[in-house]
């Protein structure tokens, strides 16, 4: 299947089809900064989804943001996370968080993100 092929599909296929109905992953918490990294024997795997094969085929090699797989596989932040998580518990992922909702570094009194953090991102974002 093409690049192309595989865009207009996911774009076209409901979150909850993507995720078998599950709209929450059994890591809630997973920030959206996470970075998640493919295990080197990840892409031999045999019986997963177009969508989890494109997430592993993004973190070859390199460290992806689940931002960056929602925005590379244009499917929603909630179903990355969701189908991330997957993949981490079936061994196929690793998953780095770099902080926790305590971190002062990353979080605020409340437990959102950080204004710090968001700038950082957004700064991130516009150098591309």
């Known amino acids: ?13 409901r979150p909850y089809a993507v995720t078998g109905g599950r709209v929450s992953a059994a ?15 990840a892409q031999n795997s045999r019986g997963l989804t177009p969508e989890k094969k494109k997430i592993l085929q ?3 090699g ?8 929602s925005a590379h596989t244009r499917l929603p932040l909630g179903v990355v996370r969701v189908l991330v998580t997957d993949l981490a518990t079936e061994q196929h992922l690793v998953i ?9 570094s990353t979080h605020d009194e409340s437990g959102e993100l950080s204004l710090s953090l968001l700038e ?3 700064d991130g974002i516009a150098a591309l």
């Open 1 to 13: 299947m093409s690049d192309q092929a595989y865009d207009d599909e996911a774009y076209t296929v």
């Open 27 to 41: 890591s809630k918490d997973l920030p959206m900064e996470a970075l998640v990294e493919a295990r080197p024997d």
């Open 58 to 60: 993004l973190a070859e």
């Open 62 to 69: 390199q460290y992806q943001s689940i931002a960056e797989l």
């Open 96 to 104: 780095h968080t770099g902080g926790t909702v305590n971190d002062k």
């Open 120 to 122: 950082s991102v957004l």
